[in-house]
């Protein structure tokens, strides 16, 4: 796939997103660019050079090449902020433009390949420890896949036929085709009753996606996941807790009708939501009702309106305190 093509694809979706780019990274600066040239050589060459000699030689081996690599250095090599290592820049898929990626996650580069790993090691620690089966043998969706930055971390495990990607923006989804992720993609509904592949999946992950959608959406699309998992499947999903509203301008609602005591307001089941404005130039808008916003719940309400799964684990990120990791196990 041709640089020029992702670029101008690129470019054309960051024009879409431009007028949220503010909104989403909030006021802070972009993060520096960061070479990591300086640094991989001095202190990786001997994890990496032999990874790069192998790729040299064989540059259509599978992911797995770099089984050996840490969770942080694997994750940090797919920014591709650096270019001592063609053989493995060659492997790996292209990454978007910076304000795309600021644009739909809040951050970019190596700020956002840190909360990535954070998330991608956690679920990879909850599939061995209640999975039925290795990582490296299951199937995988990732809901709300976005341009890829999670299905190029599980790519190193689970191969392009087990690992699969949906999004219910479909400029997005060819930002990830572009790139050369190696996943299945299909495009869902906004408030999909199934999801758009035929496989039941072992396990699934949804990082960002309900801490963003209205209680409607989430629990269509809770019943959607719940119908894609394999009996006794596993569910990672972040949310945000009642918390999240004091640092949040656009939850300022929320958090006025919640008054003083945020715990006791979010004691029971209750479903915080504050949407975007219906804004037509919004990739979330689907030209109705405006499902996308800002969302906050309990695990009150995890434990009262979830029932068709079970709840095994709840896991802070000290990367980001914001996306609560609930590991959860589908009831049959």
């Not at 797995?64 to 920014?79: K, M, N, R």
């Not at 191969?159 to 990607?165: A, S, V």
């Not at 979010?266 to 219906?278: K, L, N």
């Amino acid at each position: 796939m041709s640089n020029g093509r992702l670029r101008a694809g690129a470019a054309a979706l960051t024009r879409k997103l431009e007028p949220h780019a503010r909104r989403l990274a909030g006021e802070s600066e972009k993060a520096a660019a960061i070479d990591l040239d300086d640094w991989l050589k001095p202190c990786f060459g001997a994890e990496l050079d032999p990874v790069e000699a192998r790729l040299t030689t064989d540059p259509d081996l599978p992911l797995s090449v770099f089984s050996g690599l840490s969770d942080d250095l694997w994750a940090l090599l797919s920014t591709r902020s650096y270019s001592a290592y063609p053989a493995i820049l060659k492997a790996l898929p292209e990454v978007p433009d910076p304000a795309l990626q600021i644009s739909w996650n809040g951050a970019e580069g190596v700020t956002l390949a840190a909360q990535s790993a954070s998330f991608y090691s956690k679920v990879k620690a909850r599939i061995r420890r209640y999975g039925e089966i290795p990582v490296e043998e299951a199937s995988l969706l990732d809901f709300g896949c976005g341009w890829g930055r999670l299905l190029r971390l599980f790519g190193r495990e689970v191969t392009p036929d087990r690992l699969f990607g949906c999004d219910p923006v479909e400029s997005i989804l060819d930002t990830c085709r572009e790139a050369g992720v190696r996943a299945t993609l299909a495009r869902s509904e906004f408030l999909p009753r199934e999801i758009p592949f035929e496989e039941k999946f072992d396990a699934a992950y949804s990082f960002s996606v309900f801490t963003h959608i209205s209680e409607e959406s989430h629990l269509t699309c809770l019943n959607a996941i719940h119908g894609s998992l394999k009996p006794g499947g596993l569910f990672f999903v972040t949310v945000r807790p009642p918390g999240y509203l004091r640092i949040s301008a656009e939850s300022a609602p929320l958090l006025e009708q919640a008054g003083p005591d945020l715990a006791k307001a979010y004691e029971g089941p209750r479903y915080g939501f504050q949407p975007h404005a219906s804004d037509e130039s919004h990739p979330q808008f689907d030209g109705t009702k405006m499902h996308y916003g800002e969302a906050v719940i309990g695990l009150d309400y995890i434990r009262e309106k979830w029932d068709m799964f079970e709840l095994l684990d709840v896991t802070p990120q000290a990367s980001d305190m914001y996306q609560v990791v609930v590991t959860l196990r589908r009831k049959d």
